[in-house]
């Protein structure tokens, strides 16, 4: 029963970072939502946090931008268009893989 | 959870789909305000606000509690603007959080409240003096209820929010029934069944919000 798992994006394959990808995935796509926003929503330290959208920035599935409302400097996060195709690609594959599983067992 | 465990996938597919699910529900919740901040406080400004109404100026120029002909109005005036700002706030607690196509989209909608209500007025009162109370309250409160109608309808275009829409729909009808039974009714008509629609669609989009 060791049939080969089709290949799951190794950047948004860690807990973490799926979990970032969702919720970014939620905003409409020229939407950006202010980092402390996102940790809160998330409940990662900021350090984490950084950690993880420096990875996902990386890959090219997000864009961190810093700038200023009003006087208050802001860093605000979204999901590039290449990241939103990655998170459906991943769905999707996790899809293929549960039938694939479903399926096998039907067989069995 | 350390930093350890962040790189660890999920256990397995179905693991991984249930943890975007739940991530996607708890975002969309945190970050759509809250139906009943802005609903509510316009449901019990109607309510009160055109209760007052009627029962200074009722059916056939009765008066059920005496007070000043200007309290109705100034009690009215009173909660909308405090609804307004109330909904003003959370609006903007809402573009702080995020920003782009979304909160433009928000903040042009407010301001066409704004725009129509403040356009309505200018030209009202020039014209409501010429006219006998009852029929100036009505000419008010009518052209008030109408606009609040066709704003909740577009903003239900808008979001495509049906709870919304049919909201608007509902305070247009209710309208039009009480212009046409008369000054004093529409007052009572529009405190119960528009300020209580208010209070309705509110409760019933904050039980639909995603847990």
Same mark, same amino acid.
């Given at each position: 029963m060791s049939a080969d798992l089709p290949e799951l994006d190794p950047v948004i394959h860690a807990q973490a970072r799926l979990r970032v990808v969702s919720a +970014?995935?939620? +905003?409409?796509? $020229?939407?950006?939502? $202010?980092?402390?926003? +996102?940790?809160?929503i998330l409940r990662m330290t900021a350090g984490n946090l950084s950690v993880h959208l420096r990875k996902l920035e990386d890959a090219g599935y997000v864009e961190v931008?810093?700038?200023?409302?009003?006087?208050?400097?802001?860093?605000?996060v979204r999901l590039t268009g290449r990241g939103r195709v990655a998170f459906e690609d991943y769905t999707a594959a996790l899809h293929a893989l549960l039938n694939g599983t479903a399926n096998l067992q039907e067989e069995l | 959870m350390d930093a350890r465990d962040d790189e660890l996938p999920p256990a397995d597919p =179905?693991?991984?789909?249930?943890?975007i699910a739940r991530e996607r529900a708890t975002t969309a919740r945190r970050l759509t305000p809250d139906p009943r901040l802005l609903l509510w406080p316009w449901g019990l400004a109607w309510l009160i606000g055109f209760g007052v109404f009627f029962l200074r100026f009722g059916p056939d120029e009765r008066v059920y509690v005496d007070m000043p002909d200007y309290l109705p109005l100034t009690v009215l005036l009173g909660l909308i603007t405090l609804a307004g700002i109330t909904t003003g706030f959370v609006g903007a607690r809402a573009s702080r959080q995020v920003s782009g196509p979304s909160s433009r989209q928000g903040a042009m909608y407010g301001f066409t409240w704004s725009v129509a209500f403040i356009g309505m007025a200018v030209l009202f009162s020039r014209i409501s003096d010429l006219l006998p109370v009852p029929d100036a309250n009505l000419l008010w409160a009518g052209a008030m209820v109408a606009l609040t109608g066709a704003l909740h309808m577009a903003g239900g275009a808008l979001w495509n929010d049906r709870v919304l829409y049919v909201l608007g729909l509902s305070i247009s009808v209710v309208n039009v029934v009480g212009v046409i039974i008369g000054p004093g009714w529409h007052a009572?008509?529009? =405190?119960?069944? !528009?300020? !209580? !629609?208010m209070l309705v669609a509110g409760l019933i989009s904050w039980l639909r919000m995603p847990r």
């Open positions: +970014l995935s939620t +905003l409409r796509e $020229a939407d950006r939502i $202010a980092f402390p926003r +996102l940790q809160d931008t810093k700038t200023h409302q009003g006087r208050t400097p802001t860093t605000l | =179905a693991e991984s789909l249930r943890l009572l008509i529009v =405190a119960v069944f !528009g300020g !209580g !629609g």
